[in-house]
């Protein structure tokens, strides 16, 4: 399975974006789909993730600021971002599988080059 995530940039603080995440699975409807971040000198982090049923789980630090929802005819998953603030900055990855799984940010294979958000204050 391969992910293409993209729709990264730079945005003022307070600012908005949305993050798009593109799948070659061919189990994208049964698979749950998480949004991760990675910023310099860290340790990758899941942001937000959904299950196949659209349940969702956010990091306490996004919640109320992000939003994340699944095209499963596009094979597509959105990250909308409002009220970005700095420490959003990161490299943003997606990743597919098993609800726990994608819980766990645990990834068998590439995770791909990500697409950079920065924002500035």
């Known amino acids: 399975v391969q992910l293409q995530a993209s729709g990264g940039g730079l945005v003022q603080a307070g600012g908005s974006l949305r993050l798009s995440c593109v799948t070659t699975g061919t189990t994208f409807s049964t698979d749950a789909i998480g949004w991760y971040r990675q910023a310099p000198g860290k340790q990758r982090e899941l942001v937000a993730a959904i299950s196949s049923g659209g349940r969702t789980n956010y990091k306490d630090s996004v919640k109320g600021r992000f939003t994340i929802s699944r095209v499963n005819a596009k094979n597509t998953v959105y990250l909308q971002m409002n009220s970005l603030k700095p420490e959003d900055t990161a490299v943003y990855y997606c990743?597919?599988?098993?609800?726990?799984?994608?819980?766990?940010?645990?990834?068998?294979?590439?995770w791909g080059q990500g697409t950079q958000l920065t924002v500035s204050s």
């Open positions: 990743n597919e599988g098993p609800w726990l799984t994608v819980l766990a940010g645990r990834r068998f294979g590439s």
